[in-house]
């Protein structure tokens, strides 16, 4: 029984994904050919701003409470909005305590909500 209970401690402790308690350190990177303006993101925990980032360029990093490998993204480029917009995270996991960068890209579309992607890359 000792046993038992030594082995589903070690599964439980093992497969928790609650990183409450993790430094999340995220930040953006614009590998389109475009310009981004008023850059907002939301990891789950409100909105960061990101200001502006030119074609190729990389943001500070901000600490986040919590992110997930995507986000909401809302910016524009020649003063059109254009958004990445989750459904939501069900049955993701958090990301664990580290630096990771969303790189963001744009093609050529105008659709709003079909423009922009995102990936996620652990530094």
Do not use: W
Request: net charge negative; with cysteine.
């Amino acid at each position: 029984m000792k046993k038992l209970f030594s082995l589903l401690s070690v599964l439980v402790i093992g497969c928790s994904s609650d990183n409450s308690d993790a430094e999340v350190y995220i930040r953006l990177s614009n590998v389109s050919t475009y310009d981004y303006q008023n850059i907002t993101v939301n990891t789950s925990t409100g909105p960061l701003d990101y200001d502006n980032l030119d074609s190729g360029e990389i943001s500070e990093y901000q600490v986040v409470a919590k992110a997930y490998s995507y986000a909401f993204v809302e910016l524009e480029i020649a003063e059109e909005t254009y958004t990445i917009q989750p459904i939501d995270y069900v049955g993701e996991s958090t990301l664990s305590s580290g630096y990771y960068t969303y790189q963001t890209d744009a093609n050529d579309t105008t659709e709003q909500y079909g423009r922009l992607s995102i990936s996620l890359v652990k530094d």
